[in-house]
């Protein structure tokens, strides 16, 4: 998971994220149990400011894979972003690969509406 701060319009940082270790070379599962926790323990901590500190949403790896979602993870993401149970007003997703020693990765934010943007990503302090 991917949890934020809202730093200025339509602009934000991931302070903190989630690493998994149940999946393999080409899936993933989420275990829902700590999802829930690693929320509220992050919103907690940061007192509750839910408008400014707040989930924002998931990222992965494709160590052998180009790193635009696939067919799988654009369907996902859409289901997570138009669910009104979630109640969300985006959701993002960062995918990452390490190519010899360079970092690559993309961002793709998902709407409410079903629509999905690619959006610019930032990697700071990475050498």
Known sequence: MLLGEHVGTN???VRSLTVHQTGAVATFVRRLGGVVKAIKMYCRSHGDNFGHF???GEWHSHPLFSVQPSPKDHS??????TDH?????FVVLLVFRLSGQQLEGSAHTYLPDGSVHLSNLDLEGIE
Do not use: P
């Open 54 to 56: 707040n989930y924002l």
């Open 76 to 81: 996902t993401m859409r289901e997570l972003a």
């Open 11 to 13: 602009h934000f940082v």
């Open 85 to 89: 149970r979630v109640g969300a007003n």
